[in-house]
């Protein structure tokens, strides 16, 4: 908690789904979404090859991501929303709320395609 309040913290998506999964009785269900999803989040979002080359082209400097690239993160970033909601109702033990929010996630989220990572610029 120290390392949170101070900015120090980093987020190990190999080890902190597991633990917010297993401290909540989740299953798997962080765990399975941050490793589905940590090559799109940190290659569009701060870092990575795929934001360095959707930045800049020759002599061009902007926006280079295309529709493809917007949806993987867009169905990632939905899928994060349903998460969020199932760890908050279980949370405050609203298993009503709970219910519907799984109900919804294995209607539309499992129904629509895995975050993928987005396409290398060939160099």
Not at 14 to 29: M, P, T
Not at 81 to 102: G, N, P, S, W
């Amino acid at each position: 908690m120290a390392k949170i309040r101070k900015d120090w913290y980093n987020v190990s998506y190999e080890k902190d789904g597991a633990r917010i999964d297993k401290a909540l009785g989740l299953g798997s269900l962080f765990e399975d979404f941050l490793k589905t999803s940590r090559k799109v989040l940190h290659s569009l979002t701060h870092s990575g090859t795929a934001q360095l080359q959707k930045r800049w082209d020759a002599d061009w400097l902007g926006s280079g991501f295309d529709d493809e690239d917007i949806s993987a993160l867009l169905a990632t970033c939905s899928v994060a929303v349903f998460l969020i909601t199932i760890l908050i109702t279980k949370h405050y033990r609203m298993e009503e709320q709970t219910k519907a929010a799984e109900a919804a996630w294995l209607q539309l989220g499992v129904s629509s395609s895995a975050p993928t990572v987005p396409r290398q610029s060939e160099p």
